[in-house]
């Protein structure tokens, strides 16, 4: 059970991230709403849900009626999550890692 709400947790923070700070989006807005409601309902039910990573961020940015926008700071690793999930994504445009992190403000160094 802890495994699935990390993972949901993750989505809803790649996906979040992908939204509302680089404006793509690679799943549609139902979906994306389905993942909150889901994480929601996991975090109700699961008793030790304050010990989860990213608990705290994802407690002050999501509530029934609020998703991911108010978020600002993501952690590294959620970053590079959703960077390399939409160059996945995006991979029959065929370029290169590097130039497609140009495109939104990072680079590998």
Do not use: W
């Not at 961020?57 to 970053?79: H, Q």
């Amino acid at each position: 059970m802890s495994e699935l709400i990390q993972q949901k947790i993750r989505q809803y923070l790649v996906h979040s991230f992908l939204y509302y700070q680089l404006d793509e989006s690679i799943i549609s807005d139902r979906h994306y709403d389905e993942i909150c409601t889901e994480v929601l309902q996991l975090m109700d039910t699961h008793t030790s849900s304050s010990h989860l990573p990213y608990h705290e961020l994802v407690k002050k940015s999501l509530s029934v009626d609020a998703s991911g926008f108010s978020l600002r700071k993501y952690p590294a690793e959620i970053i590079s999550s959703a960077l390399h999930l939409l160059y996945q994504n995006n991979a029959v445009k065929s370029m290169t890692f590097d130039t497609f992190l140009t495109r939104f403000g990072y680079s590998l160094s």
